[in-house]
């Protein structure tokens, strides 16, 4: 079935530190790609997305390139700041019309001033 | 107002009793989900619903039922909560008309003594 792999946490960096949350997928055809943010306290929100080999997609100065060849989804951000202190959550819908997500464990993302 | 919601948000509840978790969405959405978030675990899915007549079980379904009383509203039932039943659960939704990106619900924190 499928599966998502992710870098354990914490994470911990300095302020405009860059950051890279390693995020690898098993799956059949072609699955869409999504990372999603949950601040404490709160529910997830859909960071990025990338529905095709070599798109990358990218929001909030987070980008990702989905890379069919290394089955990869890196989160990377080159400068983060306290406020990205959040769980960071890689995940995959299959190529399917009526599939589901599947998700990683979750990266914790510790950014101190 | 949110998009989805979720009541109550915090419940502290005994062994056995029978506890009802309520979402509600006004996304215009068909799709709504079930999930648990325990630590290091990342989401598990629990039940899904691709329309009002549509009930699938997800990946930990023991010891829950779910009810889509409309389009809007999608239910979840621990009908004798257990200890191990302790978890943040969420709600989500997407539309069958895009790549499955889900929109969370702000989460109920559930605890079973």
């Known amino acids: 079935g499928d599966s998502v792999t992710q870098m354990e946490g914490p994470v911990t960096l300095s302020e405009e530190a860059f950051l890279t949350i390693n995020c690898t997928y098993t799956a059949t055809g072609y699955p869409s790609l999504f990372w999603y943010v949950q601040y404490p306290g709160e529910g997830l929100q859909l960071l990025l997305k990338?529905?095709?080999?070599?798109d990358k997609g990218s929001n909030k100065g987070f980008e990702a390139t989905y890379r069919k060849e290394t089955t990869s989804f890196h989160l990377e951000k080159g400068s983060v700041q306290v406020s990205d202190s959040a769980v960071y959550f890689c995940a995959l819908s299959d190529s399917a019309g009526y599939s589901t997500l599947t998700f990683g464990k979750g990266t914790m993302l510790l950014v101190s001033p | 107002d949110a998009d989805v919601t979720q009541t109550p948000r915090n419940r502290i509840t005994k062994t056995g009793k029978r506890i009802m978790l309520e979402c509600s969405q006004t996304k215009g959405h068909d799709r709504m989900y079930w999930y648990r978030q325990d630590p290091g675990l990342g989401l598990r899915l629990i039940y899904y619903s691709f329309d009002v007549k549509d009930i699938n079980k997800g990946e930990i379904s023991d010891g829950y039922s779910v009810s889509r009383q409309a389009q809007a509203k999608f239910s979840l039932s621990l009908e004798s909560a257990i200890p191990n039943q302790t978890a943040l659960y969420f709600c989500?939704?997407?539309?069958?008309?895009?790549?499955?990106?889900?929109?969370f619900g702000p989460g109920t924190r559930l605890t079973v003594l």
């Open positions: 989500a939704t997407s539309s069958s008309g895009g790549y499955n990106e889900q929109f």
């Open positions: 990338a529905t095709k080999a070599d």
